[in-house]
């Protein structure tokens, strides 16, 4: 455990940081996973409104470095790729 002020000020809000992420995260996954149960109920326009949701929170994760830059465009890439096949 910290003694320093310094230090427990920056434990806490390395906290709050954390909680922050895994909440935009499993978000995240959870849009994912509905796109995905839609692409595989063949449900392409619901799956089509459902992908500019999940664009914008990938980007908005890495832009928050939440995760990585790549991985947004590669996830992105993806659910294109996909999409375009028909599930």
Do not use: C
Not at 76 to 83: E, F, I
């Amino acid at each position: 455990m910290p003694r320093r002020k310094t230090s427990v000020k920056k434990t806490r809000s390395d906290e709050k940081k954390h909680l922050r992420n895994l909440r935009v995260k499993q978000q995240l996954k959870k849009t994912l996973k509905q796109i995905q149960a839609l692409l595989a109920a063949k449900n392409l326009t619901e799956a089509k409104t459902l992908l500019s949701k999940a664009f914008s929170q990938l980007d908005k994760a890495a832009k928050k470095n939440i995760i990585h830059r790549a991985t947004a465009n590669r996830k992105k890439g993806r659910l294109m790729r996909r999409l375009s096949r028909g599930a």
